[in-house]
Nanobody
């Protein structure tokens, strides 16, 4: 079993920044890829970013490229999402997820474990 706990969400104005954290426990975190997804009201959960087991490969959805940065600290069993230049369309609940494989993925179906989510609200 794996437990994932997100933190760092909040309310900011457009152009602001937030840093999300996701702490993992219960499994060897450093062996596995991690991902961030988000879900806006009335919409499906969508991919945001993913990182490989050692941080050597990252991938982003087009709408956040150049603004968001994913990283991980395997010694702390934690993955981060630094979000800069936030826009109102970034609003939603952000979820971290663990994929029990070394390589990252943009597909929801490839992730077996999910956190409870943290709310991000960006006002114009």
């Amino acid at each position: 079993q794996v437990w994932l706990v997100e933190s760092g969400g909040g309310s900011v104005q457009a152009g602001g920044s937030l840093r999300l954290s996701c702490a993992a426990s219960g499994r060897t975190f450093s062996n596995y890829a991690m991902g961030w997804f988000r879900q806006a009201p009335g919409k499906e959960r969508e991919f945001v970013s993913t990182i490989s087991w050692n941080g050597g490969w990252t991938y982003y959805t087009d709408s956040v490229k150049g603004r968001f940065t994913i990283s991980r600290d395997n010694a702390k069993n934690t993955v981060y999402l630094q979000m800069n230049s936030l826009k109102p369309e970034d609003t939603g609940v952000y979820y971290c997820a663990l994929r029990p494989r070394p390589a990252g993925s943009s597909s929801r179906a490839d992730y077996d474990y999910w956190g409870q989510g943290t709310q991000v609200t960006v006002s114009s």
